[in-house]
């Protein structure tokens, strides 16, 4: 009999453990986390009078670029791992050069040499092409080591918000378009310092980025804008004087991350499989040798 009662313990405490663990996944997947305004969570960078407000409320703003200036802002807040996302609304029609993001880098910080960084980079577009979305991982300075990827997007984000994500944590790094994950890294023992690491702010820009990007700005269709709202912002907020730096709270979900559900890597394949247009871990003539998370998950070099 008592036999039998550890055993229903065991079975109880192991079916117990898989709903909570089935819980913390669920509540991830949803990304149900509150939303913040601008004026609460965030500061002008640069092109003040280029950054206004959509709604009485902040929850809404407007950042552009024309011959004088670009524009952008800043959380006001140095996380140390984090769930960041916006919804983000692009100009139609001419875009060319036009370079919009939603990142996260510790550049002010750190010399440019030592600095992390996370990036949805929108490339600009000239009507009637696939818009093209690139995110890339600087770790510790790496520029000559970028982990660039390309995607065309299977919609138009000029014609409504969509929702755009990064996770950091201690281990992962995942970057999700309206929750489909398109990309997900793994930290190997061999990244070294090449895996952001040290406390990053959360960055919106628009800026001229003829010189790589699309094509050469026209100014004659400017002033170019981007439309924010929805921001997240939940994550271990640090100040980054403090050495090491401590969480200002626990990012709960981070810690319990354990990577992709089945689901969500069904997902991330199959967006993978039909809109990337450009890994590095492909690129051989950049790359003879693999860099060591290509090598050490190649099930994401496959996908």
Not at 9 to 29: D, E, K, P, Q, W
Not at 174 to 179: E, H, K, L, M, T
Not at 272 to 286: F, G, L, N, V
Request: net charge neutral; proline share 5%; aromatic share 14%.
């Amino acid at each position: 009999m008592k036999k039998k009662m550890a055993i229903s313990r065991v079975g109880f405490f192991i079916i117990t453990c898989m709903a909570l663990l089935t819980c913390v996944y669920a509540l991830f997947s949803s990304k149900d986390y509150p939303t913040s305004t601008f004026t609460k969570s965030f500061s002008r960078l640069f092109g003040n009078d280029h950054v206004v407000f959509l709604d009485n409320e902040g929850k809404s703003v407007q950042i552009s670029i024309d011959r004088s200036t670009g524009s952008g802002f800043i959380s006001q807040k140095v996380y140390l791992h984090a769930y960041f996302s916006a919804s983000i609304k692009l100009q139609a029609g001419y875009t060319a050069g036009v370079v919009t993001t939603f990142y996260t880098s510790n550049v002010n910080m750190y010399e440019t040499s030592s600095h992390d960084e996370l990036d949805f980079e929108f490339l600009g577009n000239i009507e009637g092409q696939q818009w093209i979305v690139q995110t890339n991982v600087y770790g510790n300075g790496s520029i000559n080591r970028g982990r660039e990827e390309r995607y065309n997007l299977w919609f138009d984000p000029t014609q409504d918000f969509h929702d755009y994500g990064i996770l950091w944590t201690h281990k992962w790094i995942v970057f999700y378009v309206d929750n489909i994950p398109i990309r997900e890294m793994q930290r190997v023992d061999a990244m070294g310092g090449d895996f952001p690491s040290k406390p990053m702010s959360l960055y919106a820009t628009i800026w001229d980025g003829s010189s790589w990007a699309t094509a050469p700005i026209d100014y004659t269709y400017a002033p170019f804008v981007a439309n924010y709202s929805n921001f997240v912002l939940q994550g271990c907020s640090v100040d980054p004087s403090h050495k090491p730096p401590k969480c200002d709270g626990e990012f709960e979900l981070g810690l319990s991350y354990k990577g992709l559900t089945i689901e969500e890597r069904t997902r991330m394949k199959k967006f993978r499989s039909k809109h990337m247009t450009y890994s590095y871990c492909h690129d051989r003539s950049r790359y003879p040798s693999p860099l060591p998370e290509c090598v050490m998950n190649p099930e994401e070099v496959r996908s």
